[in-house]
């Protein structure tokens, strides 16, 4: 079977990998990098990481609109899958290079498989709920997570495409969490020995708008703990734009973004996160670090039926009192597989 993988932002670096793995060697994979993260610390560094190869061809889209950006990466895909003939077109979640992508193989008949489909927010207005939904009705086949993904499929139609194959971040973390515990001396290098919060704001949303962003600042620099706060490139620009920047680089323990192994490192020692990622929220899950999240939905409900994630919005009380709450959280139960899910999926795609 040949597959060509399509990635382009740090969650898809980190899903991708337990899938490539297990393609190797029985299948052969072209992997297409589209460079919607085009920053080193949220794109080679993961490479480097997570031991993956290096992307065969690499599209250097760049920071746009989500139009541009998405037509610039269907301008730039298609005469590659034209060129590559690949058995199955493979993507990963909700940005703009999965929908792109689905796009790209659809119009050249080829077979497209999404894993981490079924996934809704129920908030139109989020560019990645466009994504996921246009994603999952043009994809032949349909990888999801958890049950509830499936059964949100199968309402929409899709029933015949799905196959519940668990989630592969699960199989990521697993494999992560271990050495990053051995290898990883992020701790040392910034100091950490005591207890923190860790802090990720990136969304639009959040970063985008100034009452927004200023309640999420007011919040965190006022915490009485450390915050440990990696500024994504998008947000220090927002932040400079508002009059912001100053005041979180003297309040908040800034850093750099980190690569994965750091991240996950520091996630699993935090004593609380606070973030509007849905990756984030669902690795704080697996790692059993209570999570704080800067929206008003997820596309992860059981985090937060099982009581390790509180949804707050961008309001400075709610954000403080959630993090002065004590955790009441269940015994983490499996919702999202038993950590096989790359298998699964190979499984399912080579059978057609």
């Known amino acids: 079977m040949r597959v060509l993988t399509v990635v382009g932002a740090r969650p898809q670096f980190v899903k991708s990998f337990p899938v490539s793995r297990a393609l190797a060697p029985d299948h052969e994979e072209v992997l297409v990098h589209t460079g919607q ?29 989500h139009a541009v950006q998405t ?20 993507l990963y ?9 689905a796009l790209v193989g659809a119009n050249r008949d080829v077979t497209v498989a999404h894993v981490e489909a079924g996934l809704r927010s129920g908030t139109r207005s989020m560019p990645e709920e466009t994504n996921r939904i246009v994603t999952d009705h043009v994809a032949d086949v349909l ?12 309402r929409e139609g899709l029933g015949d495409r799905v196959h519940e194959t668990g989630d592969v971040m699960y199989d990521a973390l697993r494999w992560a969490e271990r050495i990053a515990r051995d290898e990883s001396a992020v701790l040392d290098r910034l100091g950490l020995d005591e207890s923190f919060v860790l802090a990720t704001v990136h969304r639009p949303r959040n970063t985008d708008d100034p009452d927004r962003l200023a309640a999420i600042v007011e919040a965190l620099v006022t915490h009485p703990a450390p915050v440990v706060f990696p500024v994504h490139p998008r947000t220090a620009a927002a932040l400079r734009d508002q009059g912001l920047f100053e005041t979180v680089q003297s309040e908040l323990h800034c850093i750099d973004p980190v690569g994965y192994l750091d991240f996950v490192r520091l996630l699993d020692a935090a004593d609380r996160v606070v973030t509007d990622s849905g990756g984030v929220q669902k690795e704080a899950f697996f790692l059993e670090t209570p999570c704080v999240t800067l929206r008003e939905e ?39 597989g038993d950590g096989d899910a790359a298998e699964r999926v190979v499984e399912v795609i080579a059978d057609g």
Request: a negative charge; glycine letters at 6%; proline letters at 6%.
């Open 93 to 101: 979640g909700d940005t703009n290079s999965t929908v792109a992508g």
């Open 71 to 90: 037509a610039q990466i269907m301008e730039r895909l298609d005469p590659i899958v034209a060129r590559e003939a690949p058995d199955v077109l493979l």
């Open 37 to 65: 993260h085009y920053d080193e610390e949220l794109s080679a560094v993961f490479f480097d990481d997570l031991d993956l190869d290096q992307p065969d061809y690499n599209l250097g889209v760049g920071s746009h609109t």
């Open 298 to 336: 997820t596309e992860w409900d059981e985090t937060v039926a099982e009581g390790w994630n509180r949804l707050v919005g961008a309001r400075t009380t709610a954000i403080r009192d959630a993090l002065a709450t004590p955790v009441d959280a269940t015994d983490r139960g499996h919702p999202y």
């Open 143 to 154: 990888c999801t997570p958890c049950r509830a993904a499936t059964e949100t499929l199968e």
